[in-house]
């Protein structure tokens, strides 16, 4: 079993729609949570970053959280075609960058 | 303020073979995290450096080795390539070794045949 499980997709939906994306993790000790947005032949981008349990959002953007469940989300309101792309979460036990990552799930947005 | 390149793009090598990748860190960057992230799967971590000094490894073989430069430019060299070492390697630089904000090249892809 892997440490972080993400649903690889494709998940398509319509413009507009709000968008769900989840990761579920095994290690207890994972404290530093991320969500990474990939482009086509593009490096990785940081979207969401959190620290412990709790929600943050930033602008359409909303992360989550669960450390009981060990399962965390993205929320993505108003979806636009740009927002397709392939995301990726990925989460640490130290603050440092020695992440352990989803396989990311490929969203699209249809016009 | 310039961004995180690498180099080359792209590159064919055959098993057996040597590859030296390189990477530009962005300005006032002195820690670069390298990845290497296979078809359809997320990036796995393979080594960071901060201030020239390895600070981390993740579960590679000893064939996986870098070297980071008083600029804070990086090599990732991979040597006795394998076919499963066919995959996109990514750089990725930040300001310190901790926080929240390392920023991405777009990475070198590599075929081993």
């Known amino acids: 079993q892997k440490e972080v499980e993400q649903d690889p997709g494709p998940l398509s939906v319509p413009e507009g729609a709000i968008v769900s994306l989840n990761c579920t993790y095994s290690n207890s000790a994972f404290q530093y949570f991320m969500w990474y947005r990939q482009y086509s032949r593009k490096g990785p981008e940081l979207l969401m970053y959190t620290y412990s349990s709790g929600n943050k959002e930033d602008g359409r953007f909303t992360a989550q959280v669960d450390k009981s469940s060990k399962y965390i989300s993205l929320f993505i309101r108003d979806s636009q075609p740009s927002d397709s792309a392939t995301y990726l979460c990925?989460?640490?036990?130290?603050?440092?960058?020695?992440?352990?990552w989803g396989a990311g799930t490929k969203l699209i947005i249809k016009p | 303020e310039t961004g995180v390149t690498q180099s080359p793009t792209h590159l064919i090598k055959t098993r057996g073979q040597q590859v030296t990748l390189r990477c530009s860190s962005q300005s006032g960057h002195n820690t670069v995290s390298w990845y290497q992230q296979a078809l359809g799967q997320g990036p796995q971590f393979i080594f960071q450096?901060?201030?020239?000094?390895?600070?981390g490894r993740g579960n590679f073989p000893p064939r996986f080795s870098g070297l980071q430069f008083p600029n804070y430019s990086s090599e990732l060299n991979v040597n006795a390539l394998e076919l499963d070492d066919s995959a996109l390697y990514l750089c990725a630089s930040s300001l310190e070794p901790i926080g929240e904000t390392q920023y991405f090249g777009p990475g070198t892809r590599l075929l081993v045949l």
């Open positions: 450096y901060y201030r020239e000094e390895e600070n």
């Open positions: 990925a989460m640490s036990a130290n603050s440092n960058y020695q992440l352990i």
